[in-house]
């Protein structure tokens, strides 16, 4: 039955059905979005709750874990529908996935010709070989493992300069030198053949893999944000994933294993109870419904994390920035985004007074709504825990 349903969507041509997986720490989100040229909808969601243990860091720790989570998710977002998706595309986080941007310059030997496009694929390949060096040297040092196999998961050019001058399209242009700078996002083999396990697990192609915070900052790259730049902050339940937009493109990310089951573990080890309670007294702090005994007892075990997260945040604003100044406008999302005190406690710790601001920073809230070019149910469009998987889309 499946397999003939995949066959008929593939003569019709006209309309094209993908599944898509936000496998986070917290909750495993799928998506069935539906392609019709240039539009895109979702039209099945489905929000499931991991198993504690099957997901570490944003990182799969049990495939057969993950893969059970996300039978139920594909079965729930396909219940009011009769597609089915041809391939899947699953989002990749987690805090080895390393953003590297990489400068590479080339003096050409006959300035007077027309720079061409072979120029510059020669020139993106240089960037893409010296970028996975860097990220291979930097995942080496942070987990021991000299002989590390890294993939590129995106590869994008953030900007172009011929003889210094920036320039959106260099062909054609003549030039004594082309300089151009190309962001990457890398990825362990291991993280990423847990996804092709997990695909295979649901009996889905595996169409490709995407940073989460890449997606998450290319889906709000608009005018604004190309001109005047932005950082997109999400806090999710394992990671806290950092996206800075600068200079007309994505110039950075950063992952740090810090987010909202932090918070929640600390609440289980301080009321001696388990996880799961310890999640719905945490909702309840959120939401100002315990009492004043317990909301205070919360209040101190929260306030201590987020003194941590303050920290982890502040470290990697510093690295993205690489003392140049940094982008006025700050976007929060993600479920850990909602966590009562995160936001006055920004102000209290005063972190933006120790990188480089010309001006106090504005703090948006973004939600899935904010997402544009983007049609279907609205639970799927709403609220700051469903960007991710709106961005994904």
Same mark, same amino acid.
């Given at each position: 039955?499946?397999?003939s349903?995949?066959?008929? #969507?593939?003569?019709? &041509?006209?309309y094209?059905?993908?599944?898509?997986?936000?496998?986070?720490?917290?909750?495993?989100? @799928?998506?069935?979005?539906?392609?019709?040229?240039?539009?895109?909808?979702?039209?099945?969601?489905?929000?499931?709750?991991?198993?504690?243990?099957?997901?570490?860091?944003?990182s799969?720790?049990?495939?057969?874990?993950?893969?059970?989570?996300?039978?139920?998710?594909?079965g729930?977002?396909?219940?009011?529908?009769?597609?089915?998706?041809?391939?899947?595309?699953? &989002?990749?986080a987690?805090?080895?996935?390393?953003?590297?941007?990489?400068?590479?310059?080339r003096?050409?030997?006959l300035?007077?010709?027309?720079i061409?496009?072979?120029?510059?694929?020669?020139?993106?390949?240089?960037?893409?070989?010296?970028?996975?060096?860097?990220?291979?040297? !930097?995942?080496?040092?942070?987990?021991? #493992?000299?002989?590390? +196999? %890294?993939?590129?998961? +995106? /590869?994008?050019?953030?900007?172009?300069? %011929?003889?210094?001058?920036?320039? +959106?399209?260099?062909?054609?242009?003549? @030039?004594?030198?082309?300089?151009?700078?190309?962001f990457?996002?890398?990825?362990? *083999?291991?993280?990423?053949?847990?996804?092709? /396990?997990?695909?295979?697990?649901?009996? *889905?192609?595996?169409?490709?893999?995407?940073?989460e915070?890449?997606?998450?900052?290319?889906?709000? *790259?608009?005018?604004?944000?190309?001109?005047?730049?932005?950082?997109?902050?999400?806090i999710?339940g394992g990671?806290?994933? !950092?996206? *800075?937009?600068?200079?007309?493109?994505?110039e950075?990310?950063?992952?740090?294993?810090m987010?909202?089951?932090?918070f929640?573990?600390?609440?289980?080890s301080?009321?001696?109870?388990?996880?799961?309670?310890?999640?719905?007294?945490?909702?309840?702090?959120?939401? &100002?419904?315990?009492?004043?005994?317990? #909301?205070?007892?919360?209040?101190?075990?929260?306030?201590?994390?987020?003194?941590?997260?303050y #920290?982890?945040?502040?470290? @990697?604003?510093?690295?993205?920035?690489?003392?140049? @100044?940094?982008?006025r406008?700050?976007?929060?999302c993600?479920?850990? /985004?909602?966590?009562?005190?995160?936001?006055?406690?920004?102000?209290?710790?005063?972190?933006f007074?120790?990188?480089p601001?010309?001006?106090?920073?504005?703090i948006?809230?973004?939600?899935?709504?904010?997402?544009?070019?983007?049609a279907g149910?609205?639970?799927?469009?709403?609220?700051?825990?469903?960007?991710?998987?709106?961005?994904?889309?």
């Amino acid at each position: 039955m499946f397999k003939s349903l995949l066959k008929k #969507q593939k003569r019709t &041509g006209k309309y094209n059905y993908r599944l898509i997986l936000d496998l986070g720490t917290e909750f495993l989100k @799928a998506s069935l979005v539906e392609y019709a040229g240039s539009e895109v909808s979702i039209i099945g969601f489905s929000r499931e709750k991991q198993r504690y243990g099957d997901m570490d860091g944003g990182s799969v720790a049990s495939i057969p874990g993950v893969i059970t989570t996300a039978r139920q998710a594909l079965g729930r977002a396909v219940q009011r529908t009769p597609h089915r998706p041809q391939d899947i595309v699953i &989002g990749i986080a987690g805090a080895f996935v390393k953003g590297v941007s990489t400068i590479v310059e080339r003096r050409r030997k006959l300035p007077y010709k027309c720079i061409t496009e072979k120029e510059i694929c020669q020139l993106v390949q240089h960037a893409q070989h010296k970028g996975l060096e860097e990220a291979r040297e !930097i995942l080496r040092r942070e987990t021991g #493992q000299k002989k590390l +196999n %890294v993939r590129a998961i +995106n /590869s994008a050019v953030v900007e172009v300069k %011929v003889d210094g001058f920036r320039v +959106n399209n260099p062909l054609k242009f003549r @030039a004594g030198t082309i300089s151009i700078r190309v962001f990457h996002t890398f990825c362990p *083999l291991v993280h990423i053949s847990a996804l092709s /396990s997990v695909a295979r697990g649901l009996g *889905l192609p595996l169409a490709g893999t995407l940073a989460e915070p890449y997606a998450v900052a290319a889906s709000i *790259l608009n005018h604004e944000a190309y001109e005047f730049g932005a950082l997109v902050v999400d806090i999710g339940g394992g990671t806290t994933d !950092i996206a *800075l937009i600068r200079n007309g493109g994505i110039e950075g990310t950063e992952i740090f294993a810090m987010g909202g089951r932090a918070f929640t573990r600390s609440i289980a080890s301080r009321l001696n109870v388990t996880l799961e309670k310890a999640e719905k007294i945490k909702l309840k702090y959120s939401q &100002g419904r315990l009492d004043d005994r317990e #909301q205070s007892v919360v209040k101190d075990v929260v306030q201590a994390d987020l003194s941590i997260l303050y #920290q982890g945040l502040e470290t @990697a604003l510093t690295r993205l920035s690489r003392g140049e @100044a940094l982008p006025r406008r700050i976007y929060f999302c993600g479920g850990g /985004s909602s966590l009562a005190g995160l936001m006055e406690g920004l102000e209290d710790e005063k972190i933006f007074q120790t990188l480089p601001y010309f001006e106090n920073p504005e703090i948006v809230f973004l939600c899935g709504e904010d997402i544009k070019g983007l049609a279907g149910e609205g639970e799927i469009i709403t609220g700051p825990e469903n960007v991710t998987p709106a961005a994904l889309a």
